[in-house]
Structures are given as C-alpha cells and as structure tokens.
C-alpha cells in the first residue's frame, strides 16, 4: 500500500533493535530538568492553568518586564500563573528589553541603567528569589563576536566581554545580593571562551550560579555528551565546584512538538541531571509548539505529561547507539515505593526489543504487568487524544531477572511509554488498537500542486512534516490530490488531515470519495503553510480500495499526510490509570489485581487526592465513571460532586485538558473512565446578537459567524460593554464558553518569531467581582475558537457582562453555558 506506515503489530525485515535497562543502574533522582520553555509562556493564562500545571516545568525563560524584543511575554506578568501551577524557575531575558535582533549594540552605558531597572523589579517580586538573571545572550555572536576564528580578535573581544560581565554582575549583586546569575549563554558550545570565562570568573569572583548555553542544531544529538563532559573536565582542571547547568535553549523547529524527537533530546539531559530550555522558534504562550490553542496538547504535550510523571530514579538505558542523531533513544525511571517502572524511548521506525534488566522479585513480584502506549505526532497545532494503549501484557520475570518487551512497527515521530507494575491476579483488559493506515501526500497522485522538503538533519530549523515533505501550491482550479486507499472492512472512518492554512480565513477544500458527491472540507487558520495542524472528520467506506480526493476549495491548503482510523465503538472512550495519576498524601498502591487497565489500584484515604488529566475534544458533556471499590468526589471546575460505585456522572468538560481530582473516605480506585463525543444536549446558547451593546460595541456581519455576525468594535472605554440575559433552569457552577476571534499583533520585524497578542475582557456575572479572562490570538480574524470560564449562576435571569475598560476585547460570536453537573 503506496504511501503507509506499518499498521499496529505490523512488522518490518531485520532483526529488531534491542534497548537495554538496568533498573540496578540508578542516575540519581528524577530531574525533570529538560521540560523548560523559552517564551512558553505569552500572558497569565495562556497557557490554560490546566495545561501548564501536569508538566511540572522547573524552568523557562521570559523577557524583562516591558522588554521591547517582543509584545508579550513578560517575566513578572506570566509568573502569576507559572509559580501558582507548580513551575520551578524564571531565567530572566535581561537583553531583551531591546527592540531589535540582533540586539541594538548601543553600549554598556546605554545597557546599565536597563539593567538597574531591571533588577529593582525583580527584586521587589515577592518571588524574587525564583527568578535568575541572565545578563547577556550569545555573546559569541552579539555585541562580543566571541567566535571569530581570528585569535587576536578574539582575545581582543573576549576582554572587552569579561569586563562587561563583571561590571554587569556586580550591578546586579549591589541592588540584590542574593541574585542568581547566569551565563555566558553562549549560542553554541565553545572550549575556548568557557577555558577563559571560568578561569576570569573564578579570579575576579564573578562566578555565575548557573551555567548556561545553547544545544540547537541536529548535531546536538551527536555532540552534546561530549561538550557536557568536555565542560565538567575543565571545572575540575581550574578548581570550580560543579555549577548547575541550563541548556537555555534547545531544538530546532523539526524537533518540537515531535514525540519521537523530544525523546532525544530530554533523554540525554535527564541522564546528564541537566535543566533545558526548548528554543522559541515562532509565537510565544504555546510551551513552544506543545500546546493547541491554550488549552488543548498535542503529542509533544503528551511526551512531557508522561516525563512529568517519572518518579523514584532515572536508570541507565543503552540504545542501540550511543549520540547518534535520529536513532532509538530512551530514559527509564524506577520507583521502589510505589513499586513501578517506565520507559520513554522512540525516534525511529520499525522492530525494537526493550530488554529490562535486574528486575527485582521483592519489588515487582515474579510476574508484571507491561502496559505500552503510544503518543503520536499531530502536528503543532493538532489535538491529540489520551495517548492510546497499545499492549497490555502480563509477563513472566526471566531467570536472570529479566523482562522483554516487543515493539512492533513504531513510527519514527512517535514517543513510546512502557510501565511494569507487579502482575497480581487476573488478567488486565485486552488493549483495543483499531486498524489504522496512513498516506502520505507526497505519494498520492498530485494535480496542479508541487512537492517541498520540509525539516530534514541538515534543514533542522525547517518545519516538522511527516515523511519531512509536504504538498503545497495547490493554488490552482484544478488543484487536486488523489489519495488511493485500502481499508479491511466496511464501516465508519475516522479521517485525520495534517494540513496547513496561511490564506488569512478559513479555508476549504471539497472530499469526493470514489468520484462521489463533494462535501466542504473547512480548515481553521494556521500560523502559516507549514506549521502543521490536524482536521478530523469522519468517511463511510467500504471494504476494498478506494480514491480520496482533496480538491481546491476557496483558498489554498497544504497537505501533508492523511490518517484513516476504523471506528470501533459508538463514542469514543479512555480509561486513566489511578497508579499513573498525580498523588498527594499518601495513599497506598495495592497491585493484588492486574484486572481492568492492569496497573492495580490506588487506595485513597482522608487527606490524599488523585489528579486525572482528562482529554475531551470539545466543549460539552461527558461520562465519567470512577472504578472504585467505594464512593468517591470528584471535584473538577470548582465543583465537587460524589460518584458513587457503578455509577456513571454526567460532567462538562472543557475542549482539551481537564484536571479531575479524585478524594474518598476509602476507596480503592482502578481507573478514571471517560466517554462520550462532547454533547451539547442542556446547554445553553445565546447569539451575539442578542447582547445589549453600549459604548460603541456593535453587530458586525459575518460570514464566518454562527448566525452571520459577531460583536466588535468594543472594549478600550469604561461605557464600552456587552450584556447577555442568561437564563439558568438550575442554580450552580457553570461554564461560560465564549465562541471568539482576534488576530492582534505587535510586529517589529523579528527575523523568526511571529509576535501575536493576547486580548482580555473583564467578565462579570451578577453581583460577583469581575474576573479577568485572557484570548489568545486565533490566527486570523475570522477563525473563532473557545476559552471556558467556571462561574456560578443562580436559578432565572443572570446578568453577564462583558468589558474592557483599557484596551480592545476580543470579537465574540456567541456564548454557551453548561452547568458542571449535568
């Protein structure tokens, strides 16, 4: 079949690539270090709370307060919402408070009196002792020129530098003397400036408390063990105690959001107890290129859920080869308490053995349960479902102490997750992996459109495409591409476009299958041709080969691959491990059953909770049922309800991530499931049209809009409003979603970043205090998405206003209310 991936089980010629890990190889605690963003974070709440807070990010790195090198994405102003989500560190930018990249060299005295702003902001933060300075970024390049091959030039440079730094290092100690400062911050590794910087810095005593550089081309894969232990030789030759490091930037855009490249990269940080950053490529408030929309993960936000949830011990893992770029790359954790242990591997395709060793009886039993499951590339600006379990398998514990664990038919792009929990009794739930086939664009038959290599090894800063190509150009009347596919039987599919949409409105393109009668195909905005985002839909085919066509609609899309996935039940449905869920407290892990999801149980007691990060993919209702042996509450979106044993709860889920926290009495909870499509039965809808507008605020025609118009034109004035009559059949909490559009931007002509805004409405529902919602850019003005809001209504007419005294609100098509508990 022209242009697939193997099927699930499916295998490939040659042996399979054998991974080893020795659970009695212990690297020291879990880290985390390698989760950290640079610009991850554009405004307080974008990222959505929920989707910051399961990542556990030790560090990222944002621009001083009111820096000019991009309109958003403030120290201090994103704190608010990094540190009340459990992040780690703020490396603060301090030369970013320059407009221009390359930054305008203006000399030290210009930069000084920036620099004294700077820290008596951060200074006065009642967190400024999580914050870190870094004084200057790639000085190799900028301002210093310390890479010059020429030696005289350079020694020249390098003085003029460290005279700089100290100057600079000083300043800051004397307005806060127990400032952490970072550096050099080179863009590449270099021997010869850290030789010299090290050596400088101990002398002058300048040290910096963090040492920082950049690891971004591919080659990094290849190189970084070498440079590390390079580095931590030279500490040793000069007498400088180990200083903590930061990989501040990371990656190219080929790497981000890509399961099976994240992989690599976190892999050999974490082994090396490193902190890294990943590289700010495009547009900030995304954690660069793992987050849809705001709230929403794709797979690179599911590969760092699951290293968020390594605990006890990183274990040594042996890949098939060592520092190698585009290879099989893992890390492994081991937990004796809670008596479990995962791997993280992928980055390439075909067969693999993951061979653990030294598995211990006392810890595991004789016989474990493996649970393997899959997180898939979607694109940067593709959802991405609760990854789907591949395998679950109980598995005698070899003799020599061994378990083997087959993968069969990885994807290159995909991320892999393997837990051993002990075996118990009984047998766990058959995994359900339907059939699925892929096609790439590149091997349809293309009419009117043209071929391009996207992100390759030595095109590492271009775009991540499946296949690394894509079809694009297809501009034309006639433009077309002809998908000839085959599927087993007949029934309903799942059809899955990896697509790109830069034409500035939503787009369509007509599917005709076989010939048949088109059906409009309408895809959302992108940020441009390349940066990739998924549409699903659904086709009715049947057994045998089949044409899919994708033909020019109204404006231009590129395509890059096409999934077909057959539907296997009714709704689609997840089941969330307790034993794998956020804890606090400390209940009891109790694996004397390997029955259902075949992890075992979580016993919760009084003053323990489980978090469950649920994916829904839309705003609407769902049904949620705990396995327990007894009741317990769930409290999600500011409600708390009891779920009783056997019985199913009907809840609002937000489009995306959802944290459901789970408490009992006692109960032994298995798993959190959850079903159902997003229905919208019992909500309420109100129109844009229907709001009471004052101030300016008017109707405009749409016709992109749900009923052909929206509200625009308001905020920026104190009498600038919007007021909906909303009337509740119930009393209780609620979620307001607000159907929006924007495409505010500040650009000042940045070579690489695409510097959109965030807008805000102050949102008051009866006699409440006003609460402040932040609406992330949509990519164009006529491409609306949805940001829910918890509030609370009283039983009849509510009042909720909508306002911006200070600056321009969002556009807002029309709002939805669903009561929590439905």
Known sequence: MAGTLPASGATTAGEPQRVAV??????????????????????????????????????????????????NGDALTVSKSFFRNGGGEINVMMQDIYAKWPYEDLGIDDYLPKVDKIVKEVAADPNSERFVYIPFNEPDQIWYDLGTSD??????????????????????????????IAGPNESSYHTRLLTDFLAFAKRENVLPQIMTWHELGSGSLRDFQGHYDTYR????????????????????????????QLVQWVSMFERNKVYANQAYWDAAGNLDGNVVRSNIPNGGWWFF??????????????????????????????????????????????????????????????????????????????????????????????????????????????????????????????????????????????????????????????????GTKDVGSLDSAASKVDFTVTVPRTGTYDLAILYGNQSGTPATQKLIVDGGDPVTVAYPSTENWTYRAKKDLSVELSAGTHVLTLAKGDAEVTLDRVD?????????????????????????????????????????????????????????YFTVFPRASAAVQLALHGETVTAAPDRPLRLYLVAGNNRVRATADRSAVRSLDVSGAGSTAGTLSYEGASATLAGGARLVGSAYASAGSYIGEFGNSASSTAEFTVDAPRAGRHLLVVHYAHNDRRDNGHAYNTDIMSRTADITVGTAAPLTATFKNTWGWDDYWTLSVPVDLKKGSNRVIFANASAWAPNIDRIELGRVVG
């Open 151 to 180: 030696q005289a030039r350079y020694e020249a440079d390098r003085d003029r530098f460290f005279k700089d730094w100290k100057t600079v290092y000083q300043r800051i100690r004397a307005a806060d003397p127990d400032a952490r």
């Open 233 to 260: 030789s030279i500490e040793r030759e000069l007498g400088v105690a180990p200083l903590k490091i930061n990989i501040d930037e990371y990656a190219n855009r080929r790497d981000l959001s890509v399961p099976g």
């Open 305 to 466: 859920r699951w290293y968020a949830g390594l605990t006890g011990d990183t274990v040594k893992v042996t890949p098939p080869q060592a520092d190698t770029i585009d290879t099989l790359q893992g890390l492994a954790s081991y937990d004796r308490e809670r008596r479990q242990a995962q791997v993280l591997l992928g980055g390439s395709a075909g067969d693999s053995d993951v061979v653990v060793e030294n598995v211990s009886r006392s810890v595991l039993g004789r016989t474990v349960t493996a649970t393997v499951a899959e997180a898939a590339w979607s694109g940067y600006e593709g959802p991405h479902a609760a990854p789907r379990v591949l395998t679950r398998t109980k598995v005698q514990v070899a003799a020599d102490g061994s378990v083997s664990v087959p993968l069969r038919g990885t994807h290159k792009m995909s991320a892999y997750r393997i837990v051993l929990t002990p075996g118990g009794s009984g047998t766990p739930s058959t995994a359900v992996v339907p059939w699925t086939g892929s096609y790439e664009a590149e091997d349809a038959a293309i009419t009117g459109g043209q071929i391009y290599t996207q992100g390759t090894v030595a095109n590492a800063n271009g775009y991540a495409a499946s």
């Open 564 to 620: 077909l996935t057959a539907r296997t039940a009714a709704e689609p449905s997840a089941s969330y491990e307790a034993t794998l869920a956020d804890i606090s407290g400390k209940p009891a892990f109790d694996y004397s059953s390997s029955a259902g999801v075949g992890t075992g149980s979580l016993v919760l007691r009084p003053g323990d909770e489980a978090v469950f990060d649920v994916y829904a993919p839309r705003d609407g």
């Open 22 to 71: 020795d659970l009695a190889a212990s690297e020291g605690p879990v880290m985390r270090g390698a989760n950290g963003t640079l610009y991850g974070l554009s405004d307080d709440g974008v990222p959505s709370d929920a989707a910051l807070a399961p990542l556990k990010i030790t560090s990222v790195s944002q621009k001083p307060e009111g820096g000019a090198q991009h309109p």
